[in-house]
């Protein structure tokens, strides 16, 4: 037996727009096995897929290329490994590109990994979309994509065949954190407490400055130093699969027992069945204790069996949005705002032609908290917004035409229209038995 | 008071199911948010009807509740009409419920 290590794994991207900034500073400093990159929302590998549709070269992440650039040189010269699925649509060109970029770096001898196998859109034809009533046969051509939550094999494949950089496409996001703790840990696939242990440890790592003092700051209550240079976290994960999750010193943020308690919870339904490829985790028992300055312990996590089935997100087009805002302001802007409302609706015309559906908010008044229903008093200014969906670009377009037209022919003091049209690419889920999604990998030598 | 006085809360989003967590800062505020907390309180507060819309969890040796509300997203992220399609600012409007008298002044993380 080797002797035991920690690993050393941190967080370069929480999502695809995530600053770079931190991940330089991590693969700089932090000493890392690995640095690993989650830049896959859940519409994002749709829209990946239309855009690959477009140039066949294209459909992975936007950002890939200047990312690496940012952070290669530090991670070839200190031996830290990447992995990511920044290849969205097209893994196996987000590799070419990732080598490229390092031979334009003059990086010899990287290997580059693709890993493939969750595009799935050739077998789910008889899927059941429980949220459409509809098997993905029946959406016709409106079908864009469709992928299976694959777990770590590819990755852990990938990683044993010496891969220095790993780009997937849809992985589930804990997943990209698990294969390398399995991978150097040498955890048995069915070993479901430590799986469980590896996927707390990828949950709380997954949205990077989420449990380091981002998405929490609440001046006077909860206040975060130095937010403005927040550093992304670093997990010290044992053989045991317990950890400790921490930051770089002089980085802005903290990790404490709250930041940690918070991201335990997001986007978990029931923490004891928090459903992954490999394993159904359990979170119920989880233990955070305070062992340091921005160092956090984490223990108690575990797991059970992995499911006999896989999620497929699979995008489909889903008509368009049409959106416009217009301002009013003073006494009586409420009022306003609603008679603006109303005219967009009349002028509109009934649901069902070429307006699906629709809806008006004020803006500082009533837009994102319609539940408190207690009269309130007008703000200084509303801002009235005007959305609906449509079956046409040209109905979505009127939505933002409408809204201008309140100028001359709305209330008094309309000001700062604004509009949008957007095609609706949407997600719905099925599932897929296991055994019918295979992941292989693909190596490039730089 | 109100539960802000005492918690803090996340919100996050999966397809058209928002789930926010409710944090006690202090262990001594566990037991009253853990007993006023209920789900019914939470549809209530959000205008839920459907009772069963709404699960609660309890992780009580994190002093934490994670509330699930389904179908609350108006179609979820991808094709909600709604200004904050994710949810995201549910939780800070939870922290508004008005707690019993008698509870203490804030509290410091």
Not at chain 1, 87 to 99: D, I, L, T
Not at chain 1, 133 to 151: K, P, Q
Not at chain 1, 228 to 253: H, Y
Not at chain 2, 19 to 34: C, F, G, K, T
């Amino acid at each position: 037996m080797s002797e035991v290590r920690t690993v050393r794994i941190g967080t370069g991207a929480g999502f695809a727009g995530d600053r770079i900034a931190p991940a330089v500073d991590l693969a700089k400093r932090g000493a890392l096995d690995f640095l690993v990159f989650e830049c896959l929302a859940e519409r994002t590998i749709a829209l990946a897929q239309q855009a690959r549709l477009h140039d066949p070269s294209g459909g992975f992440d936007r950002l890939l290329e200047r990312r690496l650039r940012a952070v290669l040189p530090a991670c070839h010269a200190n031996g830290t490994r990447i992995v990511t699925n920044m290849g969205a649509a097209n893994p196996r060109a987000a590799a070419r590109r990732a080598a490229d970029v390092a031979r334009d770096l003059g990086l010899r001898g990287l290997r580059v990994a693709a890993v493939l196998g969750d595009d799935v859109l050739d077998r789910t034809g008889d899927i059941a979309l429980d949220e459409l009533g509809a098997t993905v046969r029946e959406l016709g051509d409106r079908v864009i994509s469709a992928n299976a939550y694959t777990g770590i094999r590819g990755i852990v494949a990938a990683l044993d065949a010496g891969a220095d950089v790993v780009v997937c496409g849809r992985v589930a996001d804990p997943a990209l954190f698990v294969a390398p703790l399995v991978q150097t840990h040498r955890w048995a696939m069915d070993d479901w407490d430590r799986l469980g242990k590896g996927t707390l440890i990828g949950h709380l790592l997954e949205c990077a400055a989420q449990v380091t003092g981002g998405y929490f700051a609440d001046p006077g209550r909860k206040d975060v130093p130095n937010l403005a240079e927040i550093g992304f976290p670093i997990a010290e994960v044992g053989a045991d699969g317990n950890a400790v999750v921490s930051k770089l010193e002089g980085t802005g943020g903290q990790v404490t027992r709250a930041t940690c308690i918070e991201q335990l919870l997001y986007e978990v339904h029931d923490p004891a069945a928090y459903m992954q490829p490999d394993v159904i985790a359990d979170f119920s028992q989880v233990q955070f204790e305070r062992i340091g300055p921005d160092r956090v312990r984490v223990t108690g996590g575990t797991g059970r069996r992995a499911p006999a089935m896989l999620k497929v997100s699979v995008g489909y087009r889903d008509g368009w949005i049409g959106e416009g805002q217009i301002s009013y302001a003073g006494s009586g802007c409420v009022a306003r705002g609603r008679l603006a409302a109303d005219l967009v609706t009349a002028r509109l015309g009934p649901l069902g032609d070429d307006v699906l559906e629709r809806r008006s908010d004020l803006i500082g008044y009533d837009a994102v908290s319609r539940a408190v229903r207690d009269p309130r008093p007008d703000p200084p200014e509303i801002r009235m917004r005007f959305a609906a969906r449509c079956r046409t670009r040209a109905g979505a377009h009127r939505v933002a035409e409408e809204v201008e037209g309140l100028y001359l022919c709305g209330p008094s003091g309309g000001g700062g229209f604004t509009g949008r049209t957007q095609e609706v690419v949407a997600i719905a889920s099925g599932y897929i038995a296991a055994p019918d999604v295979c992941q292989t990998h693909e190596m490039t030598e730089t | 008071m109100r539960l802000r006085d005492i918690a803090h809360a996340r919100t996050g989003d999966k397809g058209d199911t928002s789930n926010i967590s409710v944090i006690a800062y202090r262990a001594r505020d566990w037991p009253l948010i853990e007993r006023t907390m209920t789900a019914e309180r939470v549809a209530r507060h959000f205008g839920i009807e459907r009772a069963d819309a709404v699960s609660r969890y309890a992780l009580p040796q994190l002093h934490a509740l994670n509330f699930v509300l389904r179908g609350f997203l108006t179609g979820g992220v991808t094709r909600s009409l709604a200004i904050d399609a994710h949810g995201k600012c549910l939780g800070a409007t939870l922290l508004d419920i008005e707690m019993e008298a008698g509870g203490e002044s804030l509290p410091r993380p």
